[in-house]
């Protein structure tokens, strides 16, 4: 093993320190390259591997109810380091997962230092690695450098990266009320791939739209962390209280327009209508179109279930607009997360469009086992897409539209429907917690079956 060549993993964050230990743990020699401290962020305090520079919550620790939790439970199974030192260092927090940061990224740190086969390198990558470096995991966060991030745009379009989300809410299908909210696209045209009934129509008549708007204005607002202060609002973008604070009526000629539509349930014409649009392929969850709001959570779910259709309406993420680096990433990568423009690259973490602490390092931990896998001349083999890390895999790397990607954490309306009949005998007011609960199963089981593949279920 020691005649393989490095790796060579650049970032030292979450994705990258989980990318370096499952290099490790394969066999596999890694160069970990972290440019603190000689290039300061403005994110980070110090020089730690795997600095924790927002919240200190892993969010829920729930197996059985929750999509993280049961995310938690596989990156155990896989031997993450992440979820190694997170619970050696867990804190109270309830049902969630909160770690002493501190201590966290101390063990983090020296536990990649002590390994023989990883090497810390503490500088900057300028740009693309070199030539020779044939094997590299890009795990450079949503604060990527300048130089690389130009890098990246000249290899693949400066479409197909972004600098900040302007991020919509998306909604879980089955928690619509469509006997309030129908199916139709403006004038029934059906667009490229479409029905004529592409998306889902809430609509909201005056007195609605008027009480939503006075909502809108009051409702209270995310300011923007201090690297943040000169993201721009763009146009085409702008958030919805923005457009509010412009005229009464601006979003009626915007986002919430009602021209090219009639309410299927009594054929009569809206005020205002609130659109949503499929966001993945299993047609699970759909996006607020044009909703991209710096509202707080807390006012965004009171705000928007204000619409008619939306009242119990359970999201999979709200909405916001804060400064971040990420690729299109079902446009740019393969299913291993290599980059297509240069297979010799792999991204991981943040910058390949998951949200979260955990997604993050879920990322660093396959990309890392892929590239174990490549050095090694084995096959790369994916999780099933009925496992957790399986269903954000394929979200990131093909499941989502690449027309309207945006960052995404885990959750439930990113697995595939469970099998004909396993709700059979359910009855229906307990069936949405015996869904989640079936599908966390299924999810464990696959990937205990996944991993048993693998030499590193022998350790």
């Known amino acids: 093993m020691s005649e393989l060549r490095p790796v060579h993993v650049i970032?030292?964050?979450?994705?990258?320190?989980?990318a370096a230990w499952q290099l490790a743990r394969a066999g596999v020699p890694v160069e970990l390259h972290e440019m603190r401290p000689e290039r300061a962020t403005d994110a980070h305090q110090g020089d730690r591997l795997a600095?924790?520079?927002?919240?200190?919550?892993?969010?829920?620790?729930?197996?059985?109810?929750?999509?993280?939790?049961?995310?938690?439970?596989?990156?155990?199974?896989?031997?993450s380091l992440v979820m190694a030192a997170a619970d050696a260092h867990k804190v109270p927090a309830g049902g969630a997962l909160a770690v002493d940061r501190e201590g966290f990224a101390d063990q983090v740190t020296r536990t990649l230092e002590s390994h023989p086969l990883v090497s810390i390198v503490r500088a900057e990558v300028p740009g693309l690695p070199p030539g020779d470096w044939d094997n590299v995991i890009v795990a450079t966060g949503p604060l990527t450098s300048p130089a690389l991030s130009q890098a990246i745009i000249e290899l693949t379009g400066e479409e197909n990266l972004a600098f900040f989300d302007a991020i919509a809410p998306i909604v879980h299908a089955d928690s619509i009320d469509m006997d309030k909210a129908w199916f139709?696209?403006?004038?029934?045209?059906?667009?490229?791939?479409?029905?004529?009934k592409d998306y889902i129509n809430c609509p909201l008549d005056e007195a609605q739209f008027e009480a939503f708007i006075d909502a809108l204005l009051d409702g209270n607002t995310v300011d923007f962390h201090e690297w943040e202060k000169d993201t721009p609002y763009f146009e085409g973008c702008l958030p919805?209280?923005?457009?509010?604070?412009?005229?009464?009526?601006?979003?009626?000629?915007?986002?919430m327009k009602p021209v090219g539509l009639t309410n299927a349930h009594d054929g009569s014409r809206p005020h205002a209508v609130v659109q949503l649009r499929q966001d993945n392929a299993l047609g699970t969850l759909f996006n607020m179109v044009g909703f991209q709001t710096?509202?707080?959570?807390?006012?965004?779910?009171?705000?928007?279930?204000m619409i008619p259709g939306l009242e119990n309406a359970e999201f999979a993420r709200l909405g916001g607009i804060h400064r971040n680096t990420f690729m299109n990433s079902p446009r740019l990568l393969d299913g291993s997360l290599r980059l297509k423009a240069m297979p010799r690259l792999r991204f991981a973490g943040q910058v390949t469009g998951v949200e979260g602490y955990v997604e993050s390092a879920a990322m660093g931990l396959l990309a890392g086992r892929f590239a174990a896998a490549e050095r090694l001349g084995d096959p790369v083999e994916t999780p099933p897409a009925t496992t957790a890390h399986g269903a954000l895999l394929e979200h990131v790397t093909g499941g989502a539209d690449d027309e309207t990607f945006q960052p995404m954490n885990v959750n439930f309306g990113l697995f595939p429907p469970l099998d004909d009949g396993a709700m059979a005998d359910i009855k229906r007011k307990e069936r949405k917690i015996a869904r989640r609960r079936l599908t966390a199963e299924r999810a464990l089981s696959d990937i205990a079956v996944w991993f048993s593949d693998t030499p590193l279920a022998a350790e």
Do not use: W
Not at 243 to 254: D, H, I, P, V
Not at 294 to 305: I, M, P, T
């Open 240 to 255: 919805i209280e923005v457009m509010a604070s412009r005229g009464r009526e601006t979003l009626r000629f915007g986002p």
């Open 11 to 18: 970032g030292g964050g979450l994705a990258g320190s989980e």
């Open 184 to 196: 139709q696209s403006r004038y029934d045209k059906p667009g490229p791939g479409g029905t004529g």
């Open 294 to 305: 710096k509202l707080r959570y807390g006012a965004q779910q009171e705000v928007f279930r």
């Open 51 to 79: 600095e924790l520079v927002c919240s200190n919550s892993f969010r829920s620790d729930d197996a059985t109810n929750n999509a993280v939790g049961v995310l938690h439970a596989e990156m155990r199974i896989l031997g």
